[in-house]
């Protein structure tokens, strides 16, 4: 029956070394009755249920007193403790070792097992009632500490007051404390079992944090009632592989801000931009990394605090409003996600419990030296199970539509980026990482299991094989990639001076010799427009004019080309300036004539994208697309045909300033043809240089089609034919 407590387990109490303060603290039977123990520290005075004194146990700041049987029959099962600070102050709680240990045994074991993909509803802070009584459940992986504490303004960020249990060899601390609630500031204090060193992290789960350059996590709990239902249901019964996929790439710091330069809320950039991308006619919204960072030239890519929206822009119900609204509005809603590295900052994961805990501890795993970041373990079950987690954590809580994976490639290699002898091989002795590949797979199915519809987009720069392709055929189990090939061998021919063109013809035909072996997206994107690369249309050669059609060239070839699109900000008026996340876009360029004509010609290319099936519905077979005359290099002229089940598109490319006049193009079918784009027109800054808007075939038979007709070919231009309906 007895429970005293040793004079050594109150030492360690007393220092901070105690691994389960429940040992001590609490309500214990003793030989002659009960005793109640508390601890608190700068205490003058305490008692118990207001009635019974509390005395100081001698040299301790441990409080207790015995009870009788008939008085412990009357104590509540959850009793309270007042008290009296040095200061004067007065206080009272109900006690938090008063309660059982919450976390499951099934929990901890799949976490343990690294299978436990809603962990974040027990790890970090999580609000929860137990036996009637409110307060919020911490727990937290630290399996090198020799005490964890909760710490905040509620305890005077006193490391003390708090400690918290372990539950055995799962290395999960864990404490109900009661009477706190969402909107409290907490951090955990850990004291390393092997140095003694004691330091504060923030909670690795934490579900909302204070605005930077305050560190603190915050208890979260939504309110929020979500509106999209329709949105999900057609979302889950959608073919997106047939269906447009036209992505607008935002970083919500910059795309536009308030009348004194500071950011918007969540709320009001979910207004202002879902009128504007669906007015542009884009399917998609892809928001560079929004999880809590706190650097804001990093853009996001320095996460770390991986399960909290950045509070920046609100709070994390803000957050949910901004998805729910373009849901509302029919528009999807990406994330930029970075399972590839973490920050070294002090306050969050590095070096965690005070080891390598969610990092290697070998540098030539563990870190990149080009980013000054650590790499995951992605052989450690528990870290998997975080980066899973916490990826299902967007697509559940968040109703977010997808994920592009940032940095594929770094995770795939172990040289990544790294000099002879400054990594370890495999197992087999190779490059390959064969902890991550795994949990890549375990990642793209898990997401395709429990998110329906939701889809999985890999920046992988590399020709590794099958990134696209599902697990069970061997493949990484992405949705798409991006094709980072074609990006940059578009750019490159675009950048050069059209009378050396053609002689790089091939950079503009090669695509077609692997566009199908994966399902790519075609991006062009932030990191095209940064660290001094220019913006697109100031990379383009030859005067203003010259500048401006080369732009509406670019943008008509993306669009018309096999594959899902990606545009990122600002492209679409052609601003001239590099990006810079420290202002808004110049949105004043929207008056003039030239940024104007380049942003209605994407509009109008947009439109022509949603509206018509050849441009989309075959985007990943070679059966949507066709050549009708990859060999005029001499002339730069390039010609195919994109077609589905129900219609064909004609595209005519001339990538010279030169016109061209009677240029003879084949066609499959008689009839008369319709000019449905021509990006020379006088409305997007061009010369009108065209062919009055339509053409009829003739029965001559040239490029091995049945029909042909001359066309007029604009300078820097494209002409988009398609077939009149016969009546």
């Known amino acids: 029956m ?32 009960w005793e109640v123990r508390a601890w608190l520290p700068s205490a003058e005075s305490a008692t118990l249920e207001q009635t019974i004194p509390l005395e100081r146990y001698p040299n301790s700041d441990l409080f207790t007193v015995k009870l009788t049987a008939a008085q412990k029959k009357k104590l509540p099962q959850h009793y309270q403790i007042q ?45 929860k009632t137990v036996d009637g009584v409110t307060g919020v459940l911490f727990a937290v992986w630290a399996p090198s500490a020799e005490r964890v504490s909760v710490v905040g303004d509620f305890n005077g960020w006193h490391g003390l007051r708090h400690p918290m249990r372990v539950r055995g060899g799962s290395g999960i601390w864990e404490l109900f404390i009661p009477g706190l609630m969402a909107g409290d500031i907490y951090k955990f204090e850990i004291r390393n079992a092997q140095t003694s060193d004691v330091f504060i992290k923030t909670d690795p789960y934490a579900k909302a944090m204070e605005l930077r350059p305050l560190t603190g996590s915050m208890v979260a709990e939504s309110q929020f009632g979500w509106q999209d239902q329709t949105w999900l249901t057609h979302r889950a019964e959608r073919d997106w592989q047939s269906t447009p996929m036209n992505i607008y790439e935002v970083h919500l710091g910059s795309w536009q801000r308030d009348d004194e330069g500071d950011f918007l809320n969540y709320r009001e950039i979910a207004h202002r931009l879902v009128e504007y991308v ?12 929004i999880s809590e960072h706190p650097l804001d030239e990093s853009w996001g890519y320095q996460t770390s605090s991986y ?110 980026s790294r000099e002879e002898g400054a990594w370890v091989p495999n197992q087999y002795g190779g490059r390959e990482n ?25 920046e992988e720069s590399t020709s590794w094989p099958m990134v696209s392709r599902p697990t069970w055929m061997g493949g990484l189990g992405f949705s798409m990639k991006w094709n980072m090939g074609w990006m940059n061998d578009t750019l490159d021919f675009f950048e050069k001076d ?10 503009l035909t090669f695509s077609q010799m692997y566009a199908y072996s994966e399902n790519f997206i075609l991006p062009l994107s932030h990191d095209e427009v940064v660290h001094l690369k220019k913006a697109l249309v100031s990379k383009m050669p030859g005067d203003v004019w010259q500048k401006m059609a080369n732009m509406r060239l670019l943008m008509s070839y993306q669009l018309l080309h096999p594959g899902k699109k990606l ?44 509206n018509h099936t050849a441009l989309h519905e075959r985007d990943f077979v070679s059966e949507g697309f066709e050549w009708i005359d990859c060999h005029d290099y001499e002339q730069s002229i390039l010609s195919f045909m994109r077609q589905s089940a129900t219609e ?64 007029v070919l604009p300078p820097l231009g494209v002409v988009v034919l398609k077939q009149e309906s016969k009546q």
Not at 577 to 588: F, P, T, V
């Open 2 to 33: 007895t429970r005293q407590f040793s004079q050594e387990a109150l030492s360690r109490l007393q220092t901070g070394t105690h691994h389960d303060p429940f040992e001590i603290l609490g309500c214990h039977p003793v030989d002659d009755g």
């Open 83 to 127: 008290w009296q600070e040095q200061d004067g102050s007065k206080h009272q709680v109900v006690s938090p070792y008063s309660f059982m240990p919450q976390l499951g045994e099934l929990d901890l074991h799949l976490f343990v097992e690294g299978r436990h993909w809603h962990i974040y509803r027990f790890l970090g802070a999580n609000t």
């Open 278 to 289: 669906v007015w542009m006619g884009y399917t998609h919204i892809e928001l560079l990394p």
């Open 307 to 416: 399960f909290a929206p950045t509070r920046r822009f609100g709070s994390p119900d803000d957050f949910r409003y901004f998805v729910d609204y373009c849901h509302q509005h029919r528009i999807g809603v990406f994330l930029d996600w970075v399972p590839a590295h973490f920050p070294k900052d002090t306050f969050a994961l590095a070096r965690f419990d005070g080891s390598a805990l969610y990092e290697h501890e070998d540098p030539r795993k563990g870190e990149h030296q080009d980013w000054g970041t650590y790499i995951f373990n992605f052989g450690r079950n528990e870290v998997r199970n975080f980066l899973i987690a916490n990826a299902l954590y967007w697509l559940e809580e968040f109703h977010i539509d997808g994920l592009r994976v940032d940095a594929v490639a770094s995770m795939l290699y172990l040289d990544y």
């Open 434 to 458: 064969l902890e991550a590949i795994e949990f890549l797979k375990t990642l793209n199915a898990e997401v395709h299991a429990q998110s329906p519809g939701a889809v999985m987009m890999a």
């Open 498 to 507: 059209p009378v050396y063109r053609p002689y790089h013809h091939n950079q």
């Open 567 to 610: 545009l990122f900000m600002g492209c679409e008026f052609a601003q001239w300036q590099e990006w810079s996340d420290a202002r808004g876009l110049d949105w004043y360029l929207c008056d003039q004539p030239a940024n104007r004509g380049v942003q209605l010609l994407v509009r109008d290319l947009n439109r022509l994208y949603l």
């Open 648 to 711: 064909k598109i004609i595209c005519v490319f001339n990538f010279t300033p030169v016109p061209r006049t009677y240029y003879r193009i084949g066609l499959p079918d008689d009839g008369c043809y319709l000019e449905v784009i021509n990006s020379d027109a006088e409305v997007y800054g061009g010369s009108n240089f065209g062919n009055a808007g339509l053409i009829e075939a003739e029965a001559i038979p040239w490029m091995n089609r049945p029909y042909s007709a001359e066309l």
